[in-house]
């Protein structure tokens, strides 16, 4: 019996791999800048990305300074509505705003504490500029047992109802009061009403008393613009 001899079939040769080439146009350099384009914003908006997340302060507006001090007097006068011309020894007013104590404003002289029946008698600061806000009131006295009212108000009235809602108000004060305004009310002017005076240690007859109110020096406080 032949025998059967198998035969192999000789191996096909080995094809060399070689790149694949798109070609659309693009040349190497350009393609490469856009790679590099494409990483560098990949990075960017990486970073903005944390810095968002990770940033916990907060813009607000700036606040205007609401430091309160003693703000700057431009005049005084004399208020007295119900008197006979309207104001009450004038020629003193400045010397409550003098800067010193040993000088005087004083009212006439009355017979009775209650500003002799009427409703008060006062001094009008005009302030040097608007304020944003009059938080109190300081006055000195060389007295004690008197009663005080204050008004603020953008204009100065020639009635006391004109000056509008009282501010403050103290009774039995002393030397030196502080009269605390909660509302901090804006304006230029503040009224300084005496309702009740201190007994004068003058006396028209014996046994008939006066009654005089004194002020050394008035000073306003607050906010400005």
Do not use: C, M
Not at 33 to 61: E, H, K, M, N, Q
């Amino acid at each position: 019996v032949g025998s059967l001899t198998s035969r192999r079939r000789p191996a096909a040769p080995a094809v060399a791999a070689h790149p694949v080439i798109i070609n659309d146009g693009i040349s190497i350099g350009a393609r490469l800048l856009a790679w590099t384009v494409a990483l560098a914003l990949g990075i960017g908006g990486g970073y903005a990305g944390f810095v968002l997340a990770t940033d916990t302060s907060t813009s607000r507006p700036a606040v205007k300074s609401k430091t309160v001090s003693a703000l700057k007097i431009a005049t005084v006068t004399t208020f007295d509505p119900e008197g006979d011309n309207g104001n009450e020894h004038p020629d003193e007013a400045g010397l409550a705003v003098d800067n010193d104590s040993a000088t005087l404003w004083t009212t006439e002289a009355y017979r009775q504490a209650n500003v002799g029946g009427k409703a008060g008698v006062g001094l009008v600061l005009e302030l040097q500029r608007p304020s944003r806000g009059v938080t109190s009131v300081h006055i000195t006295s060389p007295d004690t047992g008197w009663d005080a009212q204050i008004y603020v108000a953008s204009s100065a009235a020639t009635t006391l109802a004109g000056w509008g809602d009282i501010r403050a108000q103290g009774t039995n004060l002393g030397t030196s009061a502080e009269l605390r305004i909660p509302t901090h009310p804006p304006g230029q002017f503040v009224l300084v009403w005496l309702t009740r005076l201190p007994q004068s240690s003058d006396q028209s007859q014996p046994g008939q008393p006066l009654f005089v109110g004194r002020i050394a020096e008035v000073s306003v406080h607050g906010t400005s613009f």
